[in-house]
Every structure is written in structure tokens, then in C-alpha cells.
């Protein structure tokens, strides 16, 4: 029973991994990168412009993500603006990721002592430089644990994508468990399997964060 | 296209009704968090391996699984195991057994950084171990958590849009009817949001205020 | 070394400070200074905290953006493109940094890179801003660790050294770079009493060198023995600038140097 009932879904189960995994990945990866940017624009760009971030950083904060998603998929078309339910989910995940990394890269700037940038520019060197050499390589310390912390919150929001029907892990399960009438065994098992999930990323991230401070301990 | 106003003057109501059963779910939610958090927190540095172990694993269960995820689980499950829940309960409950993982994290950070010579001072002058809890320990925890309890209650008013997942008519699932009727999901989902913001916005303010009293208190 | 008054010509004066002031917000941290320091000279500046030793120093590299007056390193107005033009103009980056590549400086705190070893830390700006090979960059710095007797400890990082290690090892950072002046903040108040010895030798093998130098500082021993004139700032303003032998010799004429050095003879140190 078991068996043929894994035989029967395991593809879809499968795919529906690859999608999670997929909204997920380039979700983080575009979120990070805009957060970037925005950080930087905050920072070295003109005032007015820090404003404007700070308006959009709270009003994503300050609403919940399934609103954000259904604005984007079904207000979307009405502005000309039509994505497919995996389109969709990525750039949500882009709009609603990128404030709080853009807040996270905002602390670790700020961690880095001033007078370790003016030293640097007494010397001569470009910002730049100084943002590449010395504030990126030391803010990885400050910034690893809420990143970490905050990728493992964009894995678990993926299984929101199921309710815009991107065919992901808990769409596919949930049309296992709708077609097979067993619902505890299905959702008890994706627990587990979204908790190891999580289990692993925090894993990654605690070895990322050993390796970024290996120059701070003393010999 | 153009932007009707009219749609939400109309919805404002049906929308703002809604609104009063976001709040229900996650203040009562948060109050679940609160006492159950604190059992948990407690249990969490208790000096028996076991129970340590088993707040352990509950904090990073539920900490580790979609809250989609398991509001599923419960609504399913709370059935299967002979309870019958209205879904309205349910959800509450699973909404504070979850948020009780993240409350019991927070008081045990506030406690471990109140000085260890209070604990001390207590035990010198024959405090017993319950009053220490409950007089010196706990409100002190409370207060130096507050803002992240308040951080707490604000992300429990977001996640309560799930519970439209399960069919309660909060703002969410009340939107998604109206969008339903009209046709006009940019005017009604934006008008969700807003009132989603400004229920958080009332929240952080009434937040700051409590935090200063409770500094001078 | 020259030892005259401070009517100097302006051939042999390296820095020019003219009338410079500077305010943080309303605030005036500066007013009026005028001021030569002369090639190879070692021109220490004094006077009670708060008094603006630093803001001038840092006005120097153009750290902090004076408001009034100007600063010339060997001709050259520093900071601003143009005094005439109001309000003032700072020049671009890259035109900054051509400028600030001639001013070394040194901080109270070090302001190590602690994510770089010693040697990284002095052939960083050598790479970057001098474009040396790496090869020639590592020489080079490693000449610089030399001139400051820490070539044995090229490979270590800041955390594993100690004070006075981690500012000698800033101040060949900034030699590395064969500055026109060197500018030093204080640099031995952050350091364990027993350390500062080896950071104000390496100093005094600087001047030697002939290397011009203004030093912010509180050890009035070096003052007194290896400046060739003290500048005492009282309030941001310039209150005397005289040879030590003037200043520690014999009692100041003026009332505010007067007793900012009693409280320093009391503690026995000139
Ligand atoms: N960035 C700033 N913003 C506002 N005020 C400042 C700033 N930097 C310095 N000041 C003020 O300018 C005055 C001069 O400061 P400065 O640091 O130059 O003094 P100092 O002589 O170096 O003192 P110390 O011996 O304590 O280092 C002080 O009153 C200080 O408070
Ligand atoms: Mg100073």
C-alpha cells in the first residue's frame, strides 16, 4: 500500500521538491541581490531615494505575504503584468524578501568601525575597493546568522505558494492527499521533510558562520 | 484600468468586519503563545535531560515547519485524534502552539541576560524558588523581551492570513470572496494590506509606549 | 633640523594652513588657524581635550571638510576645487584620493583591517592604489614591516598582536605608501603604558629619516625632545606655536598653556 502509493506519487512529489526548491532559490538569490542594492542606494545614494526605501521596507513588512503574492498574481493582469503561478512566486518572494535584506546588509555596514573606512581612504583607496575589500569581507560575520535565519523563514513561506497553485511541494501533496482521502499521514510526513529541510540550512549556515570568523579568534 | 474607488467605499465595511476576526485570532493566539511559551521556556532550562530534550525538539519542530504547513496538519489531524474543534479554534490553538516555540526562545534570551547575582542575591536571602520565578525573574524577562514580544504579535496579525487557507473568514479569506464578486482584486487586496499595515503600524506605536513606561516603572 | 620662529617663507613650508576654520553645525571647532609646517619638520600640536587637535589634523586629509580658510600640501589646495567659487566645490573622489595618497595618517585606535594579516594590510593600498604587482607589493610592504621591526610578523593577524605591534604595523601602512607627511592621532593613548616606548621609537626613527610629521599627542617627553615646534590649541583656537625649549622651558607667558602643563608637571613628565 505504501509502496505503490509512493510509486504512484513519487514523481509528483519530486517535482513539486524541485519547484519548492526552485521558488527558492532564485527567490533568496533575487531577493538578496535587490536587498544589496537597495542597502547600497540607502547608503551612498541621494537622500530622497533613502526615503522612498524606507517606505517601501515598511509597508512590506508591515503586511503579510499572501496579500503581497495576490496582488502581484491577480492584481497583476489589470496592470498589464501577467506571470505564470512559478513567475509569480519568485518575484514575490523577490519583493517580499529583498526589505529584510536590505535591512540585514544595512546592520552589517553599519558594524564595520568607521575609522576602519577612514583608514582606508587615507590611503588612497576607491569606495569601491573599500566596500569589495574591507566592509564586504568582515560584514559576512555580523550578516551570517540573520541571513541564515532569514533564508530558513523563505523556505518555509514556500509552501505559501500552493495557494496561487504553483505545483510545489505542499500543491502536490495536498493533491495526493485530496485524491487518496489519507490527510494526517501526507502533512505529517511533509513536516518532517520540511523540517530537515530547515535542519539543513541552519547546518549550512552555522558552518558558514565558523568559517567567516575564523580570523577573528586568537591563535 | 482604472482604480475604483467605489469598490472599496463599498467593501470598507465587509472588509473591516473582517478585520475584527484577524485581530481575535492572533491576540488570542498571542495569549496561547504567552503561557504556553513560558511552561515551555521554563521546561526548556529545567534541570532534567529529559524534559530539556523534549523542549528541544518541540522548539525546533515548530520552529522548522511551515505554519501553513501545520495549521493542515492540525485541521486534519484534531479530528482523527477524536477532537472536534471548531476550525476557528483550531486555528488559534495551532496559531499559539506555534508561536509558543518563538515566545519561549525570546524569554529565554531575556533571562539569561538578567545578571546571574540576582538569582544569587534571591537564593542568599531565602527566596524560594517559585516566588524568584515569578516576582523577580518573569516580570524582568517580560520587560526586557517586550520588544520582541511585540515583534511577536505583529507577525502573528501577518500569518493570521493563513487561516483563510482553512476557510476562516478573516481579512484574508473575506477578500478573496469579495475579489470573488467584483472582479477588482488590485482595489480589495491593496485595501487588506492597508488595513494590515495600520493595524501593525497601531501595534509597534502602542509597542514603544509600553517599552518606555516599563523602563521607568 | 631648523629650529626659527614661525615667520617661515613659503619655499620651504610643505603644509599651509591659511585662516582655516571649521564648524559642526553651529559649533565652531576651528577659528582662524594659520600655521606652516616645513619639509622635515616635526610639528607636535597640543592643549586640553576638546580643544580641536584632531579636527585640525583631520582637516589636513581633508577628513573633515573645512569651511573657512585653506590647507596647501606643497602648493596644492587640499579638499576643495575651488575657494573662490562659494559655496565651496570638494573635488571628485579620484582627484581626493591623488591627495590623500601623500598624507599618511595614523589613528589612536589602529583601525586595522582585522580580516587581513599584518602584510595584507600594508600591500592592500600598494595593489590597489599604487597598482604594484603582488609580487612587488608583498616586497614592498614587507620592507615597510621591516623599517618598523615587525617583519616576523608579517603572517600575523591584528587579533594576534599586541597594541603597540598593531600601530607600528598601521604605521607602515601608511609609509608604505611614501607619503609627503605623516599625520598622527594620538597614536600611543590607546596603549598599555609599556608599549608606547616601541611605537614612539619607531616615530622618532621617522623624523629622523627626515620624514615632516605632525603629531597630535599627550606624551609630552616626545614633544619636548624629538618636535621641533609645539603648537598648543585652546577652544579651536591656535594659542602659541613656539620651539619646546620655548614651551616646557620657561614659564609660559600665557595663562591657558600655563596650566594645561602644570597639571603635566605635577606628574613629573617634563
Ligand atoms: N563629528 C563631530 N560632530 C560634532 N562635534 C564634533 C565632531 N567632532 C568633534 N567635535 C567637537 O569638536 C571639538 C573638538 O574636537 P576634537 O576631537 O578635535 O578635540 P581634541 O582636541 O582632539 O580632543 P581629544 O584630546 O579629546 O581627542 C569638541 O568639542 C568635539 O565635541
Ligand atoms: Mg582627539
Not at chain 2, 485570532?25 to 530539556?52: D, E, K, Y
Not at chain 2, 517559585?130 to 504579535?153: D, Y
Not at chain 3, 609630552?220 to 622651558?249: I, K, N, Q, W, Y
Amino acid at each position: 500500500m505504501e509502496t505503490e502509493l509512493f510509486v504512484r506519487y513519487g514523481p509528483a512529489l519530486l517535482y513539486g521538491f524541485g519547484i519548492t526548491i526552485l521558488c527558492w532559490l532564485a527567490g533568496s538569490i533575487g531577493g538578496v541581490i535587490v536587498g544589496f542594492i537597495l542597502a547600497c542606494l540607502n547608503r551612498w545614494g541621494p537622500h530622497a531615494l533613502s526615503w522612498v526605501i524606507y517606505v517601501y521596507v515598511e509597508i512590506i513588512r508591515g503586511t503579510p505575504f499572501m496579500i503581497q503574492l495576490f496582488i502581484l498574481y491577480y492584481g497583476g493582469p489589470y496592470i498589464g503584468l501577467v506571470l505564470s503561478p512559478v513567475q509569480a512566486g519568485i518575484t514575490s518572494f523577490v519583493v517580499y524578501g529583498s526589505p529584510y535584506f536590505a535591512e540585514i546588509f544595512r546592520s552589517g555596514f553599519n558594524a564595520i568601525p568607521k575609522g576602519q573606512i577612514e583608514a582606508a581612504r587615507c590611503v588612497g583607496m576607491p569606495e569601491t575597493r573599500i566596500l569589495w575589500r574591507i566592509i564586504l569581507p568582515q560584514m559576512l560575520v555580523p550578516i551570517t546568522a540573520p541571513l541564515t535565519n532569514f533564508f530558513i523563514i523563505l523556505t518555509k513561506e514556500t509552501a505559501i505558494l500552493s495557494v496561487v497553485t504553483v505545483p510545489e511541494l505542499l500543491f502536490q501533496t495536498q493533491t495526493m492527499a485530496a485524491e487518496t482521502f489519507t490527510f494526517v499521514e501526507p502533512f505529517l510526513a511533509l513536516s518532517l521533510f520540511y523540517w530537515l529541510m530547515v535542519l539543513v540550512t541552519g547546518w549550512i549556515g552555522a558552518k558558514v558562520e565558523q568559517r567567516v570568523t575564523r580570523h577573528l579568534k586568537r591563535a | 484600468m482604472n482604480f475604483s474607488f467605489d469598490t472599496i467605499w463599498h467593501n470598507l465595511p465587509y472588509l473591516l468586519a473582517a478585520a475584527r476576526w484577524t485581530i481575535l485570532i492572533s491576540v488570542s493566539g498571542m495569549a496561547i503563545s504567552l503561557v504556553w511559551g513560558t511552561a515551555l521556556c521554563a521546561t526548556r532550562l529545567s534541570a532534567n535531560p529529559f524534559l530539556r530534550g523534549a523542549a528541544v525538539l518541540y522548539i525546533s519542530f515548530f520552529r522548522g515547519v511551515p505554519l501553513l504547513v501545520q495549521l493542515l496538519l492540525f485541521y486534519y489531524a484534531l479530528p482523527y485524534v477524536g477532537l472536534d474543534l471548531p476550525a476557528v479554534q483550531a486555528a488559534i490553538l495551532a496559531t499559539g502552539l506555534c508561536s509558543a516555540a518563538y515566545t519561549a526562545e525570546i524569554l529565554r534570551g531575556a533571562l539569561q541576560s538578567i545578571p546571574s547575582g540576582q538569582t544569587e542575591a534571591a537564593y542568599a536571602l531565602g527566596i524560594p524558588s517559585f516566588s524568584l520565578w515569578r516576582r523577580i525573574l518573569v516580570p524582568q524577562a517580560v520587560r526586557i523581551g517586550m520588544p520582541s514580544l511585540v515583534n511577536e504579535l505583529i507577525l502573528l496579525v501577518k500569518v493570521s492570513s493563513l487561516a483563510s487557507v482553512v476557510g476562516i473568514g478573516e481579512l484574508t479569506r473575506i477578500s478573496q470572496n469579495i475579489t470573488g464578486e467584483t472582479y477588482r482584486p488590485l482595489e480589495i487586496y491593496i485595501t487588506a494590506a492597508v488595513i494590515y499595515f495600520a493595524i501593525n503600524w497601531v501595534l509597534s506605536i502602542s509597542g514603544r509606549l509600553i517599552e518606555k513606561k516599563l523602563q521607568i516603572g | 633640523m631648523s629650529k626659527e620662529q614661525m615667520t617661515t617663507t613659503a619655499d620651504d613650508a610643505i603644509i599651509t594652513v591659511r585662516n582655516l576654520s571649521k564648524y559642526f553645525d553651529d559649533f565652531e571647532a576651528l577659528r582662524d588657524i594659520t600655521l606652516d609646517v616645513k619639509r622635515s619638520e616635526v610639528l607636535c600640536l597640543i592643549g586640553p581635550s576638546g580643544s580641536g587637535k584632531s579636527t585640525l589634523l583631520r582637516c589636513l586629509n581633508f577628513l573633515e571638510q573645512y569651511d573657512g580658510g585653506e590647507v596647501h600640501l606643497d602648493g596644492e589646495l587640499i579638499g576643495w576645487q575651488d575657494i573662490s567659487h562659494n559655496p565651496r566645490k570638494p573635488l571628485s573622489g579620484e582627484a581626493l584620493r591623488k591627495q590623500r595618497q601623500h598624507i599618511g595618517m595614523v589613528f589612536q585606535h589602529f583601525h586595522l583591517w582585522p580580516h587581513m594579516s599584518a602584510l595584507d594590510n600594508v600591500a592592500e593600498a600598494l595593489t590597489s592604489v599604487k597598482k604594484l604587482s603582488k609580487k612587488k607589493a608583498k616586497e614592498a610592504a614587507m620592507a615597510a614591516l621591516t623599517k618598523v621591526h615587525l617583519e616576523d610578523k608579517a603572517e600575523n593577524y591584528p587579533a594576534n598582536l599586541s597594541g603597540g605591534q598593531q600601530q607600528r604595523v598601521a604605521i607602515a601602512r601608511a609609509i608604505a605608501m611614501e607619503p609627503q607627511v605623516m599625520l598622527f592621532d594620538e597614536p600611543t593613548s590607546a596603549l598599555d603604558p609599556e608599549l608606547v616606548g616601541e611605537v614612539l621609537s619607531v616615530m622618532k626613527d621617522l623624523a629622523a629619516e627626515g620624514m615632516t610629521m605632525v603629531v597630535v599627542t599627550h606624551e609630552m617627553g616626545f614633544a619636548a625632545h624629538v618636535a621641533d615646534r609645539v603648537a598648543f590649541l585652546d577652544s579651536g583656537r591656535l594659542v602659541t606655536c613656539v620651539p619646546p625649549e620655548e614651551m616646557f622651558g620657561r614659564e609660559p607667558d600665557d595663562a591657558r598653556v600655563r596650566s594645561f602643563l602644570q597639571t603635566y608637571r605635577e606628574r613629573n613628565v617634563v
